[in-house]
Structures are given as C-alpha cells and as structure tokens.
C-alpha cells in the first residue's frame, strides 16, 4: 500500500507567492524525500531528511519533518513561475532499500 | 542533464512486438532502478539492481524482463505487452542502495502499446 501521501492534491499560486505542500506517511522511516517532476519528465532530487532530523534548508526551500505525527512539510518561498511542477515525497520503511513514492501534489504558479 | 540517459524517448508498439528500454548511467552508481509511472498513480517501482545484482522485483510481469550486465547499464525487454502497460517508464541511479541515498533519474521513455 502506498506509504507517502501528499497534501493538497493541486495548488494554485501567485508567483512571489508561499507555497506548502504536506507529506504523510504510516510507518516508521529512516528517511523521507522530496522530488520535483516537471510534466513529463524525469524526477528531479530537492532535498533527503533523515528521521533524527527536524528541519532542512535548500535555497528557497525548507523541509520539515516530524516523526510523532509522520509527516513532512515542502514551503518553497518566493515561487516563481519555473516552479510550475509536481512534487513528490518518498519515504523508506524502517531497513528497507526502496523508497515508496506518493502521488504527489500538482504546484501552479501563475505568472 | 542528471547524467541519465534513456533511450528511446518514445516508443510505440504493438501488443506481438519485442522491444527493449535502454538506460545508462555515467555517475559511478551501484544500484540502478526501473519505475514505471501511469496517469493518476504513484511512482511504482518496478526493479532494483545493486552491483548488476537483482535485490528487487515487485511482483513484475513476466513480460517485463530486466537485464543489467554491468553498473552502468540497465536494460528493460518488453513483449507481448497489453495495453494497459502504456505508460512512462523511469530509470534511476543512486550512489548506494537504500533510502538514505538520493536517486537520479533518467528523463523517462513514453511508451504506448497499441
């Protein structure tokens, strides 16, 4: 069964705008990830977080996660139109060597 | 450019063909993956190899068959696929294997069965 899932499905913005998008998952983790995907094509990596830390910073991006609820947060600051994508988060399970993909939050933001 | 290639881009083919994906890594990585991805469904994954050795498949049809001979290449054959397999399929690397490690993609073949 799926492990991540994103929050909200689609979110549209203003560039120049905040954007945030929520990760829950249902089992422990050693680490959880954020991946981009611009329409149609390959993921592209943003940040990795492991399960003993709170907090990642990455340019305009910032990533929280908080083991006792199971969940994470992606906020990109000052979005621009280029972030136009989908964002994905991806969690490991417990020793496992795979990570298990959510499906992912659609991100607009408009020029 | 994240230094995986696939190979072709698109492809499409009939439900008696036999084709194959190619993917090539030029990063040094260990472990290589194939994901296949469909409208409105997660990332599925379908196989992992770490140093050329196959550690996953995740209940794959047999009409699906891999083939890594080496760290740096990645094959997927394809036959007598149905139409419900259309869909992008993703090659990864990573530096090791496990979730610890961030992975690479390729930029995907789009492949449509027809």
Redesign the interface.
């Known amino acids: 069964s799926q492990q991540g899932e994103e929050d909200p499905q689609a979110l549209s913005i203003q560039e120049g705008e905040n954007a945030t998008m929520n990760c829950s998952y249902k089992t422990s983790i050693n680490n959880l990830q954020w991946y981009r995907q611009n329409s149609g094509r390959g993921l592209v990596h943003l940040i990795l977080i492991r399960s003993n830390e709170r907090e990642k910073h990455s340019g305009r991006l910032r990533v929280t996660l908080d083991t006792s609820k199971k969940s994470s947060s992606l906020l990109i600051t000052a979005s621009r139109a280029a972030d136009t994508a989908s964002y994905f988060c991806a969690t490991d399970k417990d020793s496992s060597y795979k990570l298990i993909f959510g499906s992912g939050t659609r991100l607009l933001v408009r020029p | 450019e ?1 230094g ?1 290639t ?1 190979t072709p881009r698109h492809l499409v083919m009939g439900m008696t063909n036999k084709k194959s994906l190619k993917c090539e890594q030029h990063l040094g990585h260990n472990a290589m993956y194939w994901y296949k991805q469909s409208a ?4 599925e ?1 379908m196989f ?1 190899y ?1 140093l050329e050795e196959r ?2 498949n995740n209940s794959v049809p047999s009409r699906f068959s891999p083939e890594c001979p080496n760290s740096s290449h990645l094959f997927l054959h394809l036959h007598t696929l149905q139409p419900e397999d259309s869909a ?1 399929y ?1 090659c ?1 690397s990573s530096p090791g ?4 490690y ?7 073949t ?1 492949l449509t069965v027809t």
């Open positions: 994240t995986v696939q409105k469904k997660p990332l994954l992992v770490s550690v996953e992008l993703l990864a294997q496990g979730g610890g961030e992975q690479y993609f390729g930029p995907g789009r």
